[in-house]
């Protein structure tokens, strides 16, 4: 699912983030641009600079429920 970034990821905000899909079981991918990073990663996801209006597609194939999650968080929000 690609959503849209609306605050900025970095230390605190991306540990909350890597906490959060810790939560779940499998596999959960941030994909920007050409870089793809594993979203249990708090290095791949700082490597990211997300920063607000950048889109991003969060790939979580086996738990639909964890884009839900962190869009709870409100670090996203669904395009």
């Given amino acids: 699912m690609i959503v ?6 970095f230390a605190e905000t991306a540990s909350q983030l890597v906490h959060a899909t ?5 596999t959960i ?3 920007k641009e050409h ?7 708090l290095l791949g996801i700082l490597a990211l ?6 889109e991003v597609e969060i790939s ?14 409100g670090l996203f929000e669904k395009k």
């Fill in 4 to 9: 849209k970034v609306t605050k900025p990821v």
């Fill in 22 to 26: 810790n939560n779940f079981s499998g």
């Fill in 29 to 31: 991918l941030l994909k």
């Fill in 35 to 41: 870089w793809v990073v594993d979203a249990k990663s």
């Fill in 49 to 54: 600079s997300l920063q607000p209006g950048q």
């Fill in 60 to 73: 979580a194939e086996d738990n639909p429920e964890a884009v839900d999650a962190l869009v709870a968080l």
